[in-house]
């Protein structure tokens, strides 16, 4: 990986969903409260009190496989009177889990969200409030990957079948005039991602 390589730092605030991130390699994003930019060749995890001995550090990441968007009544089948059964999240399918050489505390910062930043930040940061990029660096990771496709870009290509259609990450719902609730990630239309700076309010992912 270059070390401009596009990473996106995740929070899992319980033991459940990191279980499905070790065991079953995927990770969930709310929809309505995906990062700008979501698109990004490495995921790493930031655990949070309720995971243990792992808390309030970095110390996993691994690479991207694929985006899917799901309701979460198909994400999560065993739960479908849940609340928010019928509300979009991205699936992250991600590769095997691998360690940092040191792991990223965060000393100070303790409700923080999604971080977008570089794999070379990861690798260098002493702590997790170093993970943010400048504007200038925000600048220079984009000259550097204008054409991909699915990640390290300001766009997510989408394509449901032969029926194509673009979806707003601020909007609730993917699909208001009907399609099917899959999505695959390929060509199609554009999910249009704005280059700023991911909030650092901390966001639920029930």
Known sequence: MSVLTPALV????????????????WYRIPLRHAPSPVAADVLAFYLTRRCGELAWHVHYYAQVRQYRLL????????????????????RVEVGPLQA???????????RITFIPTTFEQLQSAADVSELWLTEDN????WRY???AALKA????????????????????????????TQIRFGSGAELRQKNTHSSRREVSVA
Do not use: K, M
């Open 145 to 147: 990957f204008p054409d």
């Open 100 to 110: 940092l050489a040191r792991p990223l505390p965060s000393r100070q910062l303790r």
């Open 10 to 25: 995740v929070v899992v605030n319980n033991a459940l969903d990191w279980q499905r991130v070790v065991a079953e390699g």
């Open 71 to 90: 309701r979460r009544r198909e994400l999560l089948p065993a739960e479908p009177t849940h609340p928010r059964a019928d509300e979009w999240y991205y």
């Open 153 to 180: 870009t300001r766009r997510l290509l989408i394509e449901e079948q032969r029926v194509a259609y673009r979806v707003r990450p601020s909007c609730s719902s993917a699909a208001e005039n009907g399609y099917s």
């Open 138 to 141: 925000e600048a220079l990771l």
